[in-house]
Each structure stands twice: as C-alpha cells, then as structure tokens.
DNA sequence: CGCTCGAATGTGAACGGTCACATTGGGGTA
DNA sequence: TACCCCAATGTGACCGTTCACATTCGAGCG
C-alpha cells in the first residue's frame, strides 16, 4: 500500500551502498574511489564517479566523522567578533580551511568571565574540534585553556611572551614602535598612548612597544591610558586629556579610539594635526577616509589566519603521521611585520 | 604484553556504554537520560549523571547525527563577512542557535560568479545543514538557491518583493523614507541617492524608499548613483557629483560610503552640513564619532539574527511535527523597524 | 608447470548513538 | 484474585562510512 518510494530508502539520501548497486561493485570500492585509494580501475573509477553525479551523492561527514574519530573541524574562540581585525582573520580561516576540506566553527566568549569563557570552550568540544585558533586573546583565555589541560592543539593570533609554542601574530611590539618611533622623529616630546584593556595580550604588547621606543631614544614616557577599544572611549579620554594639554601627540592602540580622540580634540576647538597628532593601529578600511585621513598601523589579518590554518592542519597532520616534533618549526611563519602608513593625521609640533 | 590501556579502549573517548556499564544500567537507560525521557527514576538519572561528569563524558555529536539524520546544524551563506552589520548578524545568529543547541557554519561567497556561489552553498550542503540564513543578498544568490531547489527552509536577513515566503529584514524602504524624509524636513530639494551594487536587494529597497518619499514629497528626483558601500567609492563619487553642485543632500546608502563622501565634499573646501548634508545607513559604531557626527538610520542587525533563528528553528521543528504550514505565521516577527538618528551632518540648506 | 606475489576487488565488523520492540514488576480495578 | 496497564528498563538492529582482513586472478619466475 504505502511502500511509495520509487527507488531507494524513504527519503534519505543515497548512501555509498546505493552507489555501489548501481555501479554493480562493492560498497569498499566506492569508499576507495572517494578517498582515492590507488590501485583502482580507471574505468572502475570513472563509472563510480559517474553514478555518484546522476545520483547526486554526497558523502556523510557524519558517519565518516563517527568512525575515523577525526572531525575535520577547527574551532575559533573569539570575543569582539563582529570587529573588522577579527572578522577578517576569521574570514581568512575558513577560507583557507575550506581548501584542505576542514570545516571552522567558531565560539563567541560573551563575557569575561570564567564561566562564559568555559562555557565557549566547552562548545567547542562538543563539536570535538581537532584544534583551535584563538582570536580572543584575553589572559584569562588562556588561563582557561591551560586550565582545562585538553591536548588540542591551539594557535592564538596575539604574540605572547608566555606561550610562545602556539603564538603566531603581527609584531604588535614592532609597530608600537613604529608608530612611536615616526611621532618622536616627527618631533613630539609630549607623546601619551592610549592602549587597549589591560588583559588583552596585544593591548600589552603595543604598551611595551611604545615604552621600549620611548625609553631608546630617551623622551620621557607618559603613564598609558587603559582604554577599552571603542571609540567612545576614545572621545572621553580625550576630553579628560584635554584637560591639561601637556602633550603634541597621542599613540591609540586601534583606529577606533584614534577616531573617537580626534573628535574630542576637534571638540575643543583644536586641529588635527595642527594642534595635536594621531596614530592609529589596525588600518580598517575607513581610516583613509577619516578628517584627516589616519595614520596608522596595518596588520595583515588575513594572513594571520591563513597561517594559522596551515600551522594548525600541519600539526594535526604530523600528529597523526609521527610522534610529537618540530616546535620550532616555520620559522619565517610565526611572525607577520606591521607597516606603517602615513597620513595626514599627523605633523611636525607647533612651536 | 601491550594490552596497556588502564580502561576503555585505546584512547577513545567514554561512548554511552562505557557510561551504562559503569553505573549498572543499560546503554539505552544511559540514553535515556540524555535525551531526558520522563520514565526514569530520579535515583537512576542521577547516578547515570553523576558517572558522566566522572567520566568526563561527551555525547558524540556524529554519531548522533548519523542515525537520526539530522545535523542541528545552521548555515549562513554570507559575503562581505567582515562588513559591521553582516558580522553582528552572524554573532547574533551564533549566539542563538547556540540556546537551542544547534551549531553554525559560515560559507563565503568570494566573488559574485555563478560558480563561488554554488561553492559556498555545496559547502553548507556538504555539511548536512538543516536551514541557511542569507546574507549575502544579492539577486544572483537566490537565483542560485532557486535553481538548486533543494528543500531546505532558509531566511534572508534582507527585504525582497520576490522571495517573501523567506524574508525577514528590517524594513529598509521605510528607513530610506526616514531618511530621506529628514532631509525633505530641513529644506533640502536637491538630494542624490548613492546606493549600494545594483544587485543587492537592500540596496534595491533602499532606493525604492528614496524614490517613493521624493515622490510623495514631489521634489524632483535625481538618478541614483550606483555605488559598491566602501567608502573609497563614496570618496570618489563625492569628488564626481562635486564638479556640477547642483544639490545640497546627499542620502547615502550606508555609514562608509557616508564617510568617504564627507571626505570629497571636505577635500572640495566645503562643509558639512554648512554646505552640504550627509545621512548614512546603518549606524555604525563609529559613525557617532565622524566628523560631523552622521545623521543615521540604525538598524538592529543582532534583533534580526536572533529572528532568522527562531524562524529556522520553528520551521524545522514545525516540518518534523506536522506537515507544511503558516506560511504567515509569526506576523510581527517578520519586519524590524528602523530608526532615524539625526546627529551633526545634517542641517538646513544655505540659502 | 606450479608457486608466489601483487593488483583489484569483496566481506563483515566496527564506530556511538537512537529507534522499535521486548521484558519486568508493581498498583489499580473488575 | 486474576487481569491489565504503565512506569522503568533492557535487547538488538540500524544509520553510512572506514578498517582489517579475505578472495580472485593473471603475470613472472624458478
């Protein structure tokens, strides 16, 4: 009565076995096409491969995923997702990704707090991730991740000086140091940073970038300013500086706060770069359009991530191949160098 | 000799029976609990949940997946990912799925050829999704969805006069109204329109808004400049439309191209909104701290995340349970309104 | 000419869950 | 008291793939 069906299970795809029927082989023959095993008939080949297209086979990551117990999938852990250095990277992962057949999920952390921190993890996980990139480079993350003593292997985007096997970033200290480096020579004495939140790695390693500039070419340095990455926050730290105007020039850890700086500075009736001169970091792609046009820092995010796919299935290859090994490996790939851009948001000091 | 391994097999993380044997039930009882069926004495739960935690167990999402065939999975099929508002989509997205247990894989459409497209979708396919939110709007997308005719329940973020079985989007021509409206308001009778690419259907709405309000309002309306929302164009179309000054407004179809064009007009010697005002789309976070602050329309990209979930979710669920139904349920949920935020680039016209 | 070997293919058992269908053992009811 | 029912649990098959181990067959060789 009701076994409609005109060929094939009710409704469910067509499986490996349904291809081997058709092609009148076994079903580990057709296995062995997909995973182009050699000593296959070309003409056994081609009329399996034949029959998957008119049948418009796809194999099921699932049951091949449940019996290899490999997952093909790697997990980002980020906060601040949806800005543009982060989105970028990610971006770059799945692409990458995607050519060596991986597949990316990513995990936002909400808070930052122990327990949402933990609970992303743990997300993760769930999709058994064979290894993670980590974008939210918050101490505490880390703390987290060490906590929890998997033995994944991780890659985070953000130099570190306390992890270094996993890092993999930008020079952040180096264009600290650029962007300093191009104000003292410009001629400021009175230069402050504004820095990202102080549990952020690379908000650190932008800090000390700027001391270590400061320190070597002997202009007294200023106490930083702990900024949150918006430019809200810019734009009332620039009020409050303002206040007392014992300085020419402002180094901000990102180009949002740059932003939001030049227009407390505008605010208070004063010219950007007459009056006083910004440097940014990051380089989104608005910067070119700011009034003025930014200065700034430009970092390769997307490829950050590139490379932290190509580390990361590396690892996960060699892990499976051999023994643990190669630490040090990729040596020219761990680190991305930062380029300067000058723009028109800074200038020489008013006498 | 090498029968090393203490317990369990070599390596292999605790499955479902490695849970029953341990707290003396059967694998089914062990399922039962976790998928929490009713008929289980409250003792025997929590002893099965308490063996879980010991064994640091985790369910394995594969296995799951292959013999129910269902994957809980959601996919976006976005471009323009790193953007503001497609991002902040996507994390909302993300983080509501995450509620209802269902995990989320991106696909990126590269470049707007037939077959990038018909890659990113074979990729969600590949992975078994049970819905896709589009974000990529453009036309060729769901002509793309359209030809593949695949089954699966799918939203777009974006207004379409054509696909509104599936749409959900903030109400893009009423904001356009909204913005143009407040130009109308203030005095303005020359205003151009920079839109979004040509075969993006919000752009295509945004316009729509823009024509009908110029029209109902009857001021004359002007050809509609054809942008691509970075705001390097906005810069060079304000250079453009600056060589005939036959306007006093400019209604630009998103914050970047906004900024590029406040860029031109400023480069030109001119002020904004002394001379010429500006409203943006989107209300970006920085768009607060342009110089002029922009006059905006802001729209809820988490709010409409959240609503493509619930839909997708409640779709899948509905078609599990019943057969096809409601097509126009859920009939506030379909339509977010936006909202016109007037900062400082715009004003009065000069005489 | 019989034997070994390897290329090409087949067979059956996993993998870790869920599903359909038993199987128990009281408690309420006729 | 016999019966039925339901709550609580168990049993075995199955999902779609890969893995380990056959099997077949012709070529090369002593």
């Not at 008939?41 to 194999?59: A, G, H, I, K």
């Not at 104000?183 to 908000?203: K, N, S, V």
């Given at each position: 009565?009701?076994e409609a069906a005109?060929?094939g299970r009710r409704g469910r ?339």
């Amino acid at each position: 009565m009701t076994e409609a069906a005109p060929e094939g299970r009710r409704g469910r795809a067509p499986s490996i076995r349904d291809v081997a029927r058709e092609a009148g082989v076994s079903h580990q023959t057709v296995s062995r096409v997909l995973n182009d095993h050699p000593s296959i008939r070309d003409e056994t080949r081609s009329r399996v491969l034949s029959v998957m297209t008119r049948l418009n086979y796809r194999p099921n990551r699932a049951a091949r995923a449940l019996v290899t117990s490999r997952s093909r999938t790697i997990g980002v852990l980020t906060s601040s997702r949806s800005e543009y250095g982060p989105a970028s990277s990610i971006k770059a992962i799945e692409e990458a990704a995607l050519l060596e057949d991986y597949l990316v999920i990513t995990a936002n952390v909400v808070g930052d707090d122990e327990e949402s921190i933990a609970r992303a993890i743990t997300h993760l996980l769930d999709q058994a991730v064979e290894g993670m990139v980590v974008i939210a480079p918050q101490v505490r993350v880390f703390d987290a991740l060490a906590a929890m003593d998997l033995d994944l292997p991780f890659v985070t985007l953000q130099s570190t000086g306390r992890l270094n096997d996993h890092s993999l970033s930008v020079d952040q200290m180096m264009g600290a140091r650029l962007a300093t480096r191009h104000l003292i020579d410009l001629g400021h004495r009175g230069i402050y940073h504004l820095t990202g939140p102080q549990d952020w790695i690379e908000a650190e390693a932008r800090m000390e970038g700027f001391l270590l500039e400061m320190g070597d070419r002997d202009v007294p340095t200023t106490a930083p300013i702990l900024g949150d990455w918006t430019a809200e926050f810019g734009y009332y730290a620039g009020r409050e500086l303002l206040r007392v105007r014992d300085f020419t020039a402002i180094f901000s850890s990102n180009d949002q706060m740059a932003l939001g700086l030049i227009h407390a500075i505008r605010d208070a009736g004063l010219d950007v770069p007459g009056d006083i001169s910004v440097v940014g970091f990051d380089d989104i792609p608005e910067a070119a359009h700011f009034w003025p046009p930014l200065t700034t820092v430009r970092q390769d995010f997307a490829e950050l991530g590139r490379r932290a796919v190509s580390l990361l299935v590396g690892t996960a290859a060699a892990e499976t191949a051999a023994g643990s090994e190669g630490e040090g490996s990729h040596p020219g790939l761990r680190s991305v160098t930062p380029e300067l851009i000058v723009r028109g948001s800074t200038a020489r000091p008013a006498l």
